[in-house]
Nanobody, 120 residues
Framework: VQLVESGGGLVQPGGSLRLSCAASGFTFSTYDMNWYRQAPGKDRELVAGITSAGGSTNYADSVKGRFTISRDNAMNTVYLQMNSLKPEDTAVYYC??????????????WGQGTQVTVSS
C-alpha cells in the first residue's frame, strides 16, 4: 500500500495550492479518503474527507469555503484544492485512506505528508 502526497510548498497569504495524493496497492474506489494536517506543537486534525464514491464531503470549520476535496477513482487520486490560504494553514498535510466495517476500521493507511507553508 502506498499513498504519495505532492503539491505542497511555500505560498503567500491569499494564495492557492493543490495537493494530490496518488494511491496504489489497494482498491482505491472502496475507501473513504481524508486529508489531515499537523502543525508544530499541535495535534493532527482532520481537514476534509470524501466518501468512496465521492458523493459526500465534510470539512473542518476552519477551512469551509476555502478548501475543496475531490477524487478521481479512475486515476486512484484524491485532491485538496486550497484557496485563500492563511498563515494558520501552515502544517504538514497527510493523506489518509480509510475503510470501516461497522464501527471497526481495520484498513487505515497514511501517506508520508507534504509541507505547506503560508508566509509572506
Amino acid at each position: 500500500v502506498q499513498l504519495v502526497e505532492s503539491g505542497g510548498g511555500l505560498v503567500q497569504p491569499g494564495g492557492s495550492l493543490r495537493l494530490s495524493c496518488a494511491a496504489s496497492g489497494f482498491t482505491f474506489s472502496t475507501y473513504d479518503m481524508n486529508w489531515y494536517r499537523q502543525a508544530p506543537g499541535k495535534d493532527r486534525e482532520l481537514v476534509a474527507g470524501i466518501t468512496s464514491a465521492g458523493g459526500s464531503t465534510n470539512y473542518a470549520d476552519s477551512v469551509k469555503g476555502r478548501f475543496t476535496i475531490s477524487r478521481d477513482n479512475a486515476m486512484n487520486t484524491v485532491y485538496l484544492q486550497m484557496n485563500s490560504l492563511k498563515p494558520e494553514d501552515t502544517a504538514v498535510y497527510y493523506c489518509n485512506a480509510l475503510r470501516c466495517l461497522g464501527y471497526v476500521c481495520p484498513h487505515d493507511y497514511w501517506g508520508q505528508g507534504t509541507q505547506v507553508t503560508v508566509s509572506s
